[in-house]
């Protein structure tokens, strides 16, 4: 049904302009950083971006010689040095231009393709609202604040941040050439990708196994793991809602008591670890073969991004952040971009793995075979 559902989405909205660029903004779009955008979601409550269509000079990195870092909130500081220029990431038009109580001077830039990029703690704007820019063209002069010079950016979807290792590679500063699907659920904003790998948040000192650089297909006796090797995410946890079924859970609900461990399924490295809108408190691991598993609605999270955990280690405390109704765990496993039921992995009465072999296929497929 997702997929289904994913193919409608990307037929119908194939082209990268998701929303036309108003030249007229309210007063309250010149005064307001985070704030809805109108007719986003009027014909659909998903629409998609291709990345891949925007040409070399349609994509710019806000500065391009600037040392980028993941900080809390969805927010990248840029380092740099005295006097750099701040540019625009994509073509499009400033929404807001102005003097922010706390984050400087802010400049926000409305897109074609549905996002909005935020360029914060600038010393100087150098464009107006209602201007219309060009990928790369300078809107800025970076800001100073304890003893560095910086720019904060993030990008919005509808007035809420999204995680931008999903646009572009925090550290080669690469624009990633993969389709963004946009959802809308209730008060948050729910991005996937389709196509090319997304790395949450690259990690130098990781070293991913390239399983598929000499072939299609890759074969994951899950019998084979070694004890210590894996772990279940919630020990002793039951389950409370399972992958699926007609709201097309994108995970299952694990559930024991409030402020319980929750344990890294396998060893991997951390690339999210903050608040992500109804996930509330959420976790993100990538480990070796290709694979990422999400753990969300902790009440508290014990581990930061770039952290490497081992199979079995206490990560985060069970809680009811975001838009949980009770204290549990929420777990996805990821491949390739693309969620599929943990079941496929775990045999949830057991607490074990399951007895069978998977098969990882390059383009993002997985199947599953009884040993």
Not at 128 to 142: D, F, K, L, N, S
Not at 177 to 189: A, D, G, N, V
Request: aromatic share 8%; with cysteine.
């Amino acid at each position: 049904m997702r997929i289904k559902k994913l193919l409608l989405a990307i037929a119908t909205l194939t082209l990268v302009s998701a929303t036309p660029v108003k030249h007229q903004f309210t007063a309250a779009e010149q005064q307001q950083i985070s704030i809805s955008t109108p007719g986003l979601f009027d014909r659909s409550d998903a629409f998609s971006i291709d990345l891949g269509l925007l040409k070399p000079n349609e994509y710019s990195f806000p500065l391009p010689v600037g040392k980028a870092t993941m900080r809390k909130n969805d927010v990248v500081q840029i380092d740099t040095k005295d006097g750099d220029n701040v540019k625009a990431m994509f073509d499009g038009t400033v929404r807001l231009s102005r003097k922010h109580q706390d984050m400087g001077y802010v400049i926000v830039i409305r897109h074609r393709n549905g996002l909005e990029t935020v360029y914060a703690n600038n010393a100087e704007n150098m464009v107006e609202v209602g201007q219309h820019v060009r990928a790369g063209q300078t809107i800025a002069i970076v800001g100073h604040r304890d003893g560095k010079f910086y720019c904060d950016f993030s990008i919005m979807i509808d007035g809420k941040r999204i995680n931008p290792a999903a646009v572009f590679s925090i550290n080669s500063h690469r624009l990633h050439r993969h389709t963004l699907l946009c959802e809308k659920h209730s008060s948050y904003i729910n991005v996937s990708t389709v196509g090319e790998k997304v790395d949450l948040d690259e990690n130098p000192n990781f070293t991913t196994e390239d399983v598929f650089e000499k072939k299609q297909t890759y074969k994951w006796n899950l019998e084979e793991m070694k004890k210590g090797s894996w772990a279940y995410p919630l020990p002793g946890a039951k389950v409370i809602s399972p992958y699926g079924g007609k709201r097309r859970h994108s995970g299952v609900d694990l559930k024991t008591k409030p402020n319980d461990e929750i344990v890294a399924a396998f060893d991997g490295v951390v690339t999210r670890s903050n608040s992500h809108y109804g996930y509330g408190l959420c976790i993100v691991v990538k480990h070796a073969n290709g694979l990422e598993t999400l753990y969300s609605h902790q009440s508290k999270n014990l581990v930061k991004v770039g952290d490497k955990v081992k199979a079995g280690q206490v990560i985060g405390l069970t809680g009811r952040t975001g838009r949980a109704t009770t204290e549990h765990l929420h777990f996805e496993t990821v491949f390739k971009g693309r969620r599929f039921n943990p079941n496929l992995i775990f045999d949830h009465n057991s607490r074990q793995l399951q007895k069978s072999t998977l098969t990882l296929t390059k383009n993002g497929g997985i199947t599953s075979k009884r040993n």
